[in-house]
């Protein structure tokens, strides 16, 4: 069984989602068939220049939010609004995760005590020193109270960002984003205050591949798609897109079992992290992320957990049955580390 790295007191996720259900939301849905207007994803990046992509951030970082809007039937214009709330560390209640006002977030642009961010599929935020430096100072302090060691391994708190896509035809769409907010630079292993040496940087997972596998026990097979950083990646005269992909080869027919190839590059791909009892630190356990499909088209099945201790194993995980459409479709996979780190793969075949 895994165990909770979070201090329930301090999440703010359940809350915004169960707002978020009584109108039509991305993530909270279960339908990966996309036929209209959704939100399938959203990322928080933070590049400190030391090529890591970083999904905790702290004052003075800029945080680069992008949004997975899909958008099948080609709505002519999707304006993609984020806001936020300052959190609390007594979870006080504000509009972003008030119940009433979430019924129709769309009031939340504009409201009181609501912190505008930015307006398109990608923004940037700088992380400001005031409200948001008290609030990391008190994670810190809480640590490092003999009588709250459970906090040892969860210094952050994690603001609830809201994002809402409104199309020029009157659809309207909600997801919601948890930002982990966390004094990454005063925390960690490298510092000298033992209380402060166990709660580990979250980043940001990374899928590189697109593959049809030779089997269950990893994700290397045929390759559909990679990922890229420059043409020569991609081979001579070839280029590589501006989202990162290399161009696509051709999807086969029929049912297909796919899977995202994700980077495990020690130590920030597919991190181990520490969990926290009342007497403070009692282990450490890797990452599992999980990858959720979504398409436009053709039909889907998920591969059965084969692994009989009761992890999740990487085929029920990152793996899925597939059957392509007759026509152009896009594929969407969106991998999610459990620590609110995300990222994605968004396709089109023809």
Sequence with gaps: MRRRLESPAWRFGPLVALGLASCVSGFDRNDQLVTGLRILGAAAHIDNGDGVDWADAEVGDTVTFSALVANPTGIPTVTVTWVTCL????????PCNSETVLRDPVKLIGMAGVIPLGVGETIQYTVPQEGVGDLLDQLITRAE?????????????????????????????????????????????????????????????TITALNIPNDKSACAGQTLVVSCQTDADCGVGVTCSSDGWCPPAKFPAGS??????????APTDI???????????DGSEMEYPTITWYATGGGQATIANSNTAGTPDLASRTFELYTRPPGPFTLYGVVRDGRDGENWIAQAFQ
Excluded at 258 to 264: E, F, K, P, T, Y
Excluded at 271 to 281: A, E, F, M, S
Aim: with cysteine; glycine share 6%.
């Design 87 to 94: 959190p609390s560390v007594n979870n006080t209640v504000t």
């Design 145 to 205: 109270d003999p009588t709250q060691m459970v906090a040892q391994c969860s210094i952050f708190i994690e603001a609830p960002v809201i994002i809402i896509a409104q199309g020029s035809d009157g659809s309207v769409v909600t997801a919601v984003k948890n930002l982990r907010l966390s004094p990454w630079s005063q925390v960690g292993p490298s510092v000298s205050t033992p209380a402060l040496q166990h709660y580990i940087r979250n980043a940001n997972p």
């Design 256 to 265: 297909q079992t796919i899977c995202g190839q994700i980077r495990d590059i």
């Design 271 to 281: 991190q181990t992290y520490y969990y926290c009892g009342l007497d403070g630190v």
